[in-house]
């Protein structure tokens, strides 16, 4: 299984969870707030931040402007959806301005491109990998264009079938593309926990052989960290300072202490998740001599009388005589006098 290098970071089996706090559009058009969240991102210890590279032009059509023009919910939408694209979009120029904050905030910057113009500028901006989102799992030639430019690609999964995700890789195969990872997605927001199926890393790596990760829109830090246990090497989660904040994603994203928890806890998971191989360390032998038991006499006994089963009872600490050597210890004499509870050596058996 070919591993992602990511600016001299690894993401594969065998390596720690590569965490990507989804600043997306949360934003809300504001190059300052979006400089807040890459500094709080990477106060929390997450690998790379990423956004969403759309303009007003190339992601929704003219009628659907038109169809969409009231939402009930208030807080999540200011206006029409034209009014909020144009707020969020973010320009080429804006991209400049946030790469150079990362990279002198030493946090990788990634983002989803949603069209060839924005591959293109992506590609200029040297990022260390494309993202293409679920939603273009069936734009081959979007797909195509990617694999053209020859880098690593992270592509999420949501909404789409095993087929059509198997297409979508030996697409971008077929292009030219850099080593490639999967993305468990659940394309809702939130998603109930029935319809999470994390058990899909397993199934997705298992089929393809590329490293998976997990795109989580679940509220909380729970089945972040569950799908790190199962095997994910990213995970991508939605970030912003305040869940109360107006906006598209902010009610479920990840605030700043929840990603602190993903990414901290996210690496003793991934460290205790160890080897396959059965191992007891040489902490747990030391153990071994406290916690077990060693052999001991019930009542006090004179030298020469036989030992019976009886006689005897095994005791803490686990130094001298074990209880599963006790079938080598019954029908031997005692080589001295004992009192009750007395700890018994092998040299004090006949």
């Known amino acids: 299984m070919e591993k992602l290098n990511l600016a001299g970071r690894l993401i594969g089996p065998d390596e720690p969870p590569y965490i ?27 690998d790379a931040v990423k956004f969403q590279s759309w303009s007003k032009s190339s992601l929704i059509s003219k009628a659907e402007y038109t169809r969409r023009t009231q939402y009930a919910d208030k807080k999540r939408h200011f206006g029409t959806l034209e009014e909020m694209v144009e707020k969020y979009q ?13 990279q002198e905030k030493e946090v990788a910057f990634l983002s989803s491109c949603f069209a ?17 989102a679920s939603m273009d799992v069936n734009h081959l030639p979007l797909l195509e264009y990617v694999a053209s430019k020859g880098r690593p690609v992270m592509l999420s999964t949501g909404m789409a079938m095993l087929g059509e995700i198997e297409r979508a890789l030996n697409t971008l195969r077929r292009g030219g593309a850099g080593p490639v990872a999967l993305l468990h997605c659940i394309a809702v927001y939130p998603p109930s926990y029935e319809i999470i199926n994390l058990r899909n890393i397993a199934t997705l790596q298992q089929a393809f052989g590329v490293p998976v990760g997990f795109s989580d829109h679940t509220l ?3 089945i ?13 989660k939605h970030f912003t300072l305040d869940k109360d904040m107006e906006g598209w994603d902010h009610a479920i994203s990840a605030d700043p202490g929840e990603l602190e928890v993903i990414v901290w806890e996210g690496r003793n998971v991934f460290a205790a998740l160890g080897s396959t191989v059965r191992i007891v ?12 038991r060693r052999l001991v006499v019930k009542r006090a006994m004179r030298r020469g009388e ?9 005791k803490r600490p686990g130094t001298g005589i074990h209880p599963d050597e006790l079938a080598y ?9 004992v009192e009750f509870d007395d700890e018994l050596e092998w040299s004090d058996l006949i």
Do not use: W
């Open 116 to 132: 060839l113009e924005e591959v293109d500028l992506l590609d200029a901006l040297n990022v260390p990998a494309f993202k293409i």
């Open 281 to 292: 360390t040489e902490t747990e032998m030391e153990k071994r001599k406290a916690f077990r």
């Open 329 to 337: 210890v019954i029908g031997r004499s005692l080589a001295r006098d």
């Open 306 to 314: 036989p030992l019976r089963v009886e006689d005897l009872d095994f």
């Open 220 to 222: 909380g830090t729970a």
């Open 20 to 46: 990507i706090a989804e600043i997306g559009s949360n934003h809300n058009g504001d190059m300052q707030l979006a400089k807040q969240l890459i500094d709080a991102a990477k106060s929390c210890g997450a």
């Open 224 to 236: 972040s960290l569950a799908a790190i246990a199962l095997g994910a090497c990213i995970i991508e």
């Open 90 to 102: 973010f320009t080429p120029e804006q991209h400049r301005e946030i790469v150079s904050y990362c």
